[in-house]
Structures are given as C-alpha cells and as structure tokens.
Nanobody, 115 residues
Framework: QVQLVESGGGSVQPGGSLRLSCTASGFDFSKYSLNWYRQAPGKPRELVASINTFGQTTYADSVKGRFTISRDNAKNTVLLQMNSLKPDDTAVYYC?????????WGQGTQVTVSS
C-alpha cells in the first residue's frame, strides 16, 4: 500500500526557512518522480516542485531561487528546503507520487509565514 507522510511544517517569520520531509513506502521509491504541491485557503492546489528519477528538478516560478527539492533514495524521502519565506507561501504542503497511473497524496503539513 502506497503511503506518503509529510512532516516539518510550522510557523515562521518572513525571511525564515523551513525544511519539509516526505517519507514514502509501498512502492519502489527510486523509480518514480516525486512532487510537492501546496494549497492556500480559497485557492486551487498548485505544483511547487518536482524531481525525477535522475535527480532533475523543476520549480514553479514563484519559488525559483528560494526552494530546493531533493531526494534520498536510501531513506525513501523527498525533501523541500524553503528559504526566504514570504507570507504568500502560507499553505498546506503535500507530496504526491503517480504510481501505475494512480495518484497518491500525503496528508499535508501546514506552513504559516507571518510576522
């Protein structure tokens, strides 16, 4: 059974940093691309960052230069390092994987950026 568990969210002041972690189980982690999404109140869920099996990464324009996605295949973990956080980054952050045509999501972790 595919499971994704996020952690690392919290409250931080503007300009601060957080590191999110998503630990996966139930599938061959190294063979799949992983994604981080976020959803702010009243807004649609949006793709924040992706990493493929080769370690190649893509980012939403709004987070380029501030966020870094990485993966540790030995630990079945995908990380999202978030620096220079802004109030607009406030959202619930989710990791997602597509396995055999089916999407799997974690439960999400809240990130709040406020002074």
């Amino acid at each position: 059974q595919v499971q994704l568990v996020e952690s690392g969210g919290g409250s931080v002041q503007p300009g601060g940093s957080l590191r999110l972690s998503c630990t996966a189980s139930g599938f061959d982690f190294s063979k799949y691309s992983l994604n981080w999404y976020r959803q702010a109140p009243g807004k649609p869920r949006e793709l924040v960052a992706s990493i493929n099996t080769f370690g190649q990464t893509t980012y939403a324009d709004s987070v380029k230069g501030r966020f870094t996605i990485s993966r540790d295949n030995a630990k079945n973990t995908v990380l999202l390092q978030m620096n220079s956080l802004k109030p607009d980054d406030t959202a619930v952050y989710y990791c997602k994987v597509l396995v055999l045509g089916r999407q799997y999501w974690g439960q999400g972790t809240q990130v709040t950026v406020s002074s």
